[in-house]
């Protein structure tokens, strides 16, 4: 018996395991360096790798992706209210770059490994920057934006290496209607159905 799960179901799925993936590397990412790098002044978060791929994928869904990272990243560090704020509102700018992918192609972005590391870049940078415009509406001075900007410089380069990655491996950074689409495709033309 060969049973399919409908479009709803399989998008349902997709960001559940996105989401799962999102939560267990932060845990693992922030107690490890609570642990063996207490006081450093850098940061490491994979909420901006995932929230990219998700956009890809699904667009304004990466929005919960987005928040899901800003949520555990405070909460474990057992941030103020002021700072689930910052974090949250913050990586939502992120999204300011939905339309520019749908004028652009998402394709295109994909197939263009110049277009795909600046597409990671601004998806860091925008919620770096939210971060700090939040940060400064909150009562920091102007310079928060750019102590958040320095503080996630690695994450920047994770951000890049992680969507470079996702870029090469089939239907991983590509919009899933149009992959599922593709993947139908091909089997039809396997089949000789076509």
């Given at each position: 018996?060969d049973?399919?799960i409908?479009?709803?179901?399989?998008?349902?799925?997709?960001n559940a395991?996105?989401a799962?993936?999102?939560v267990i590397?932060?845990?693992?990412?922030?107690?490890a360096?609570s642990r063996w790098f207490?006081?450093?002044?850098?940061?490491?978060?994979?909420t901006?790798?995932?929230t990219?791929?998700?956009?890809?994928?699904?667009?304004?869904t990466?929005?919960?992706?987005a928040a899901l990272?800003?949520?555990?990243?405070?909460?474990?560090?057992?941030?103020?209210p002021?700072?689930?704020?910052?974090?949250?509102?913050?990586?939502?700018?992120?999204?300011?770059l939905?339309?520019v992918?749908?004028?652009?192609g998402?394709?295109?972005?994909?197939?263009?490994?110049?277009?795909?590391?600046?597409?990671?870049l601004?998806?860091?940078?925008?919620?770096q920057?939210?971060r700090g415009?939040?940060?400064?509406?909150?009562?920091s001075?102007?310079?928060?934006?750019?102590k958040?900007?320095?503080?996630?410089?690695l994450?920047?380069?994770?951000?890049?290496?992680?969507?470079?990655?996702?870029s090469?491996l089939?239907?991983v950074f590509?919009?899933?209607?149009?992959?599922?689409?593709?993947?139908?495709?091909?089997?039809?033309?396997?089949?000789?159905?076509?």
């Open positions: 018996m049973r399919q409908s479009f709803g179901q399989y998008k349902l799925i997709d395991l996105f799962g993936m999102l590397s932060e845990i693992i990412i922030i107690t360096s207490p006081g450093q002044l850098y940061t490491v978060s994979v901006a790798a995932i990219a791929i998700v956009m890809m994928r699904w667009g304004c990466s929005a919960f992706h990272g800003a949520l555990v990243y405070v909460g474990i560090q057992k941030g103020s002021g700072q689930f704020l910052i974090y949250i509102i913050g990586n939502e700018a992120a999204l300011l939905i339309p992918v749908r004028l652009a998402k394709k295109k972005i994909r197939e263009n490994v110049v277009l795909t590391m600046v597409y990671a601004s998806v860091q940078l925008l919620m920057l939210g415009i939040v940060s400064v509406v909150l009562g001075d102007a310079g928060a934006i750019l958040f900007i320095t503080m996630d410089a994450s920047l380069l994770f951000t890049i290496l992680i969507v470079y990655v996702a090469r089939d239907g590509e919009d899933q209607k149009s992959y599922l689409l593709r993947i139908q495709k091909e089997k039809e033309l396997e089949n000789g159905d076509i």
